[in-house]
């Protein structure tokens, strides 16, 4: 079968959405398939959506049996055999709209784009043969904005064998993106507060200098040099495999996220308990408090707490590790149920 996988990127910027798409291909490839990848370019500004929007619309890819669109605004190209992989909205003029994370005014305007928008999506949602999504908070948000059914398909990790631990050190590790949304400032902030020698490593690179700059005066600020490792830079799958092999547990403390994140999934491979806050969103589908990982408020000393707690109750801390793993077979993570869904 000839299949295109359909994404949209933001020049320069690597993450979760375009793993999604590149880990795909080859378990497609192996599985006998004609695959081929597209991408256009996509930026949230407001006066250049709806000319982006057009270019999508006006993409020919009747040469392919089928086509897989996953990031927005990649599910607008038309297609006989449209399947739908939604990992999120344009989240601005949907859930964030009444957020710090909309950069634009509420006003008369934009509140127009925003409807034009979500009935733009809605149209071209309803086109598909199937829509699946990346977690249940996607699933429920594509119910309540633009009243879509679809089926929660959760991505695996690629050669998720590569992850194992090694050990147990003192370091909770926290490999992600640096950006104020996922929260690496608010672990450090809890450093301030923990009564055990417990450390933290932050791995990961930036959009823009400014985020990774105020976490560095915030770990000098508070004397935390010793304690909290702040890798500015994307470190190699190696690497991650490594720092997830020898730490105590892992934290991912995303904002009302759209899915568990794959720090949350690749922990689990390595048999690592996860700490997260119950504002995270959908890593609330894959962590169970006191069974595969610790779920605390968002505040410092919450999360001090659960940090301390980590440290000193290793075996607790081994069992939830083992736990995780578990339980990442428990929601049918893995490539041959995606493909099976997928190609249904």
């Keep these: 079968m000839k299949i295109a996988l359909c994404s949209s990127f933001v020049p320069f910027i690597s993450g979760g959405y ?13 599985a006998g398939h004609h695959v081929e990848r597209i991408y256009l370019p996509e930026v949230d500004a407001p006066d250049l959506l709806f000319r982006q ?15 897989i669109c996953f990031r927005p605004q990649a599910h607008l190209i038309p297609h006989p055999h449209k399947i739908v992989w939604f990992i999120h909205h344009i989240r601005a003029f949907y859930d964030l709209w009444d957020s710090p994370y909309r950069s634009f005014p509420d006003d008369a305007k934009h509140r127009e784009i925003r409807d034009a928008l979500r009935a733009a999506d809605t149209a ?22 633009n009243n879509v059914a679809s089926e929660v398909l959760y991505p695996p990790v690629l050669t998720p064998e590569r992850f194992y631990c090694r050990g147990h050190n003192n370091e909770i590790v926290y490999i992600c993106r640096l950006e104020h ?7 450090i902030e809890a450093m301030r507060f923990t009564k055990t020698p417990v450390e933290v490593r932050l791995s990961g690179t ?31 799958e190696d690497e991650k495999a490594q720092r997830l092999a020898d730490c ?7 904002l009302d996220e759209d899915s568990y994140g794959y720090p ?33 408020d ?39 149920h995606v493909l099976q869904r997928l190609l249904a």
Excluded: C
Aim: glycine residues 4%.
């Design 206 to 236: 930036s959009s823009g200098p400014e985020y990774p700059e105020a976490l560095r005066r915030q770990i000098f600020e508070h004397g935390l040099q010793d304690r909290v490792t702040l890798e500015d830079r994307w470190i190699t």
């Design 124 to 145: 071209a949602l309803r086109e598909a043969r199937n829509v699946f999504t990346n977690s249940q908070v996607v699933s429920d948000r594509l119910r309540t904005y």
């Design 264 to 296: 949350s999934v690749e922990a689990g491979y390595a048999s690592k308990a996860v700490l997260t806050t119950v504002d995270s969103g959908g890593v609330l589908e894959l962590v169970q408090h006191g069974i595969n990982g610790s779920v605390t």
């Design 298 to 336: 968002p505040s410092p000393q919450a999360l001090a707490e659960a940090m301390d707690k980590l440290y000193t109750d290793r075996q607790t801390t081994k069992s939830m590790g083992q736990n995780a793993r578990v339980r990442l077979d428990e929601l049918n993570i893995s490539w041959p």
């Design 248 to 254: 105590l547990a892992a934290a991912y403390l995303p």
């Design 53 to 67: 929007m057009a270019a999508y619309r006006w993409v020919d890819l009747s040469s392919a049996d089928r086509i």
């Design 18 to 30: 375009r793993n999604i798409v590149e880990w795909l291909e080859p378990q497609l490839r192996e």
């Design 181 to 187: 949304h996922k929260r690496q400032h608010l672990l």
